[in-house]
């Protein structure tokens, strides 16, 4: 993978390795309803999921639009858009969902012909955060949401792991994201695509229990993939996270932006 693109080429390559652990980090649970709050996704609306990973919040999504909704998931990566489709299956929603094996950033959708919009945890990837947000707001509906969740990583806490080791980490595999700081920078991008009524909400819910120890590990291999790491630093900071997960002494917090933006 070139180093110029790994930001995007990581996620259509994955590694079985890291596929099982995006399974166990996406997994939707009740603390995620607090993040789809300020959407006000009702039945009978057609939502586009962009960026659907392994489609639990496509089923999510599902369930709350209901039989005369619908809809859309998206995603760049071909084992991703196969285990959506086997998860709205299983479910019994596939007639209201339909999975698309996206080639690039463009969305195949008509002008106005969605309701909501939900990006979670995808900006930080896209090549072009700006021209995004504008190409969303072409798709939705006049009344209708954009509504996007991400994440700030230089905002990220973890404890007992060392400050100067994390960031350490962070910088050596930092290529892994087009761009690192999107959460301070949406609601900016918002107005500048044309949204004039634009909600920003901050959710920074502790872990405490390790989910976030999958993240970690993640990171290990992007500083690992890079090259230019200490490999020290990262085996310590891999070490340190895991035996607080045993312990039960791990802390981490990765603030969630929400920035809900109205046509």
């Known amino acids: 993978m070139s180093q110029d693109t790994y930001y995007k080429d990581h996620w259509v390559a994955i590694e079985p390795e890291r596929l099982d652990r995006y399974e ?19 039945a009978g609306q057609a939502v586009a999921d962009y960026g659907c990973g392994p489609g639990y919040l496509s089923v999510e999504l599902a369930g709350r639009v209901g039989p005369a909704g619908h809809i859309h998931a998206f995603d760049i990566n071909a084992d991703f858009v196969s285990r959506t489709r086997d998860r709205v299956a299983a479910k019994g929603l596939a007639d209201r969902v339909t999975v698309t094996h996206l080639q690039g950033d463009t969305l195949p959708l008509d002008d106005d012909s969605l309701d909501c919009l939900v990006i979670k945890n995808v900006m930080v ?4 955060p700006l021209a995004s947000f504008r190409e969303f707001r072409r798709m939705v509906k006049p009344g209708g949401k954009v509504h996007a969740i991400d994440s700030d990583f230089y905002m990220a806490a973890f404890d007992p792991i060392d400050v100067a080791d994390w960031r350490a980490v962070l910088d050596a595999g930092i290529h892994a994201f087009r761009t690192p700081a999107i959460g301070r920078k949406m609601y900016g991008l918002a107005l500048q695509a044309g949204f004039t009524d634009v909600a920003v909400e901050v959710i920074a819910a502790p872990d405490t229990s390790g989910r976030m120890l999958n993240f970690i590990k993640n990171m290990a291999g992007y500083a690992r993939e890079g090259g230019a790491h200490d490999e020290e630093i990262v085996t310590r900071v891999v070490d340190v996270a895991s035996r607080a997960v045993k312990d039960g002494t791990f802390f981490a917090l990765n603030p969630q932006f929400l920035v809900t933006a109205t046509v």
């Open 125 to 128: 990837y896209v090549d072009d």
């Open 24 to 42: 166990a980090q996406f997994v939707w649970g009740p603390r995620g309803n607090r993040l789809l709050e300020p959407a006000a996704i009702t």
